[in-house]
């Protein structure tokens, strides 16, 4: 006991002779913590994120000592965000307490990490008392990577390169549109449509010929009345190209979509119009395409209600209980089905189902424009676009608005937010605008005004060329010359891109490409239009809705 007591008191004795009557240690290493006392990007300190910035930035920083040259190589890093060392050069300034970084040359619209360890160390042997960690992302490079040509040309180029999309890479076998670039046998029943507008603008403008065209439209109207499963006369989002099965879009989405069957008949009954000819190969196809159209049920997707359901599944019924309510992408739905000869709805339906008895109007203005129909801010642009690939909306109005005012306002407020840039992402502008669906990096989002993740879509602001022709051949401009290294590839321009946080798709998707070859060409000529509105079935049900205009 007695030498454990002088154990413990010889102990006491050490500690208390290691302080001094302040409490400070007596035996501190020889080298005292030094401190970052600040640091400059470019001469400007903005926090610990840098956009826009040359690809040699000058980045200054300032300590409270002098520092160890043979230190810093070790500890002052700058990576890409694959972790890829960039190189710089080091020189010091202020007896060097103040060390300079000059990259060598970054690459453009790229992110980069920056970062000080506390592994640096001072000339007296001290080490930085807290790390450091900065992002750098680097500008757009504003030269010219295509050739200038005039925009006609550009037109020209981005319709036919787009649609080899819908051509050159069609399924082989049922001819139809596959859902994206990766998607192997998988066809999607809505691009599909958009596609076959597609192949009708490439013969007008005779990017194939029209016995190519013909052709292509034969396999795949053959594969949807011989192969393709149906219910009630209604095709699923997706099915397999080969077999014509279902591909289940989701658990309860393994059936009937009633939507992208809309989008399907839109294009279908386009290219019944267009392939006019006497010959019995063009008047079997008007037929099978009008016989496909009929069967359809329509009104069964009522579900007994004054209101179209989107989907119906032979495994769960009608438990998604999704209606198809307005304002939104699906106007063409209710006129394909106020227009069926077989099985059409009743106006009551329209007014009900999709107006919501009136309260799809809105009225407000946002960012100078008012908005006749739709959520606040415009939504997503596809509401514009999808169903308009073929309803002309010049002079069209009903109870409820006037459509070309109607998509006019959507897509100038989605250009006058990105101009305003409210959540300040870098690259947005005048030039650089468009939010609606596409992919993101690692998923997929419906972006628009209140779902704005800094990802912009080409195909949302090429496709509103009929609405905002000089907003968007800017935009289409600025993607082509500007950003054409990294969003142009072999079917025209990639789903979407993010200049706030570096990301490039390399992913086409034909919900997206479709609308880009369509609407540019209802923008040149009005052909789609013409077209879809020359149908007998659709002058009859749009006017059984209400609706008023030239082309009805």
Not at 284 to 307: A, C, M, P
Not at 384 to 412: R, T
Request: proline share 5%; aromatic share 12%; with cysteine.
């Amino acid at each position: 006991m007695r030498s454990f007591n002088n154990g413990i008191l010889l102990l006491l004795i050490a500690l208390f002779s290691a302080c001094g009557k302040d409490g400070s240690q007596n035996n501190l290493p020889s080298a005292a913590l030094f401190s970052l006392n600040s640091f400059k990007v470019n001469g400007t300190y903005v926090g610990l994120t840098y956009k826009g910035l040359n690809t040699s930035p000058i980045i200054k920083l300032s300590f409270s000592t002098a520092i160890n040259h043979n230190s810093v190589s070790a500890n002052i890093a700058l990576t890409n965000s694959a972790g890829n060392i960039a190189p710089f050069n080091t020189t010091y300034e202020n007896h060097d307490s103040t060390v300079v970084i000059i990259p060598n040359g970054l690459q453009p619209i790229t992110n980069y990490n920056f970062s000080v360890s506390t592994g640096l160390q001072s000339v007296a042997g001290g080490s930085l008392q807290s790390a450091l960690k900065i992002s750098l992302t680097t500008a757009i490079d504003s030269t010219d990577k295509f050739p200038t040509i005039t925009d006609d040309q550009l037109l020209d180029l981005v319709q036919k390169q787009t649609l080899k999309y819908f051509y050159d890479f069609g399924h082989p076998t049922s001819g139809l549109a596959r859902e994206r670039n990766t998607s192997g046998d998988i066809v999607t029943t809505g691009g599909s449509g958009f596609g076959i507008m597609a192949l009708v603008t490439g013969v007008s403008r005779q990017f194939i010929t029209r016995a190519q065209g013909l052709a292509r439209l034969q396999t795949i109207v053959a594969f949807l009345k011989n192969n393709a499963q149906t219910f009630h006369g209604a095709y699923p989002h997706w099915m397999n190209g080969q077999t014509g099965a279902v591909v289940p879009f989701s658990t309860q989405d393994d059936g009937a979509d009633l939507v992208e069957t809309g989008f399907l008949m839109e294009g279908l009954l386009t290219a019944r119009q267009f392939f006019n000819g006497a010959g019995s190969d063009e008047s079997n196809l008007r037929s099978d395409i009008t016989n496909l159209y009929n069967k359809v049920e329509w009104s069964w997707f009522q579900n007994g209600q004054n209101t179209l359901f989107w989907h119906w599944s032979p495994n769960y019924g009608w438990s998604s209980n999704m209606q198809i309510n307005g304002w939104n992408e699906a106007l063409v739905v209710y006129v394909l089905a106020a227009s069926s000869p077989t099985y059409p709805i009743q106006k009551a339906v329209y007014d009900n189902g999709w107006a919501l008895n009136g309260s799809i109007k809105n009225g407000n203005s946002f960012y100078g424009v008012q908005l006749p129909l739709g959520p606040a801010i415009g939504g997503p642009l596809f509401f514009a676009h999808y169903s308009f690939m073929g309803i002309n909306p010049n002079g069209l109005s009903d109870a409820y608005a006037s459509y070309d005012v109607q998509n006019k306002a959507q897509a100038l407020i989605n250009y006058n937010y990105c101009v305003a840039n409210p959540q300040n992402n870098y690259g947005y502008s005048s030039n650089c605008w468009g939010l609606t669906p596409s992919d993101i990096a690692n998923g997929y989002t419906a972006s628009s005004p209140t779902n704005d993740v800094g990802v912009i879509a080409p195909t949302a602001a090429i496709a509103s060329l009929p609405y905002t022709p000089t907003q968007s051949m800017q935009a289409l401009r600025f993607f082509y010359y500007k950003l054409g290294d990294k969003v142009w590839g072999n079917y025209g321009f990639y789903d979407a891109f993010n200049l706030n946080n570096p990301w490039f798709a390399t992913s086409t998707l034909a919900i997206d490409e479709g609308p880009i070859i369509d609407m540019i060409e209802n923008y040149r000529t009005g052909l789609l239009w013409n077209l879809f509105m020359s149908c007998t079935e659709v002058k009859t049900g749009m006017k059984s809705l209400g609706f008023k205009g030239p082309n009805l």
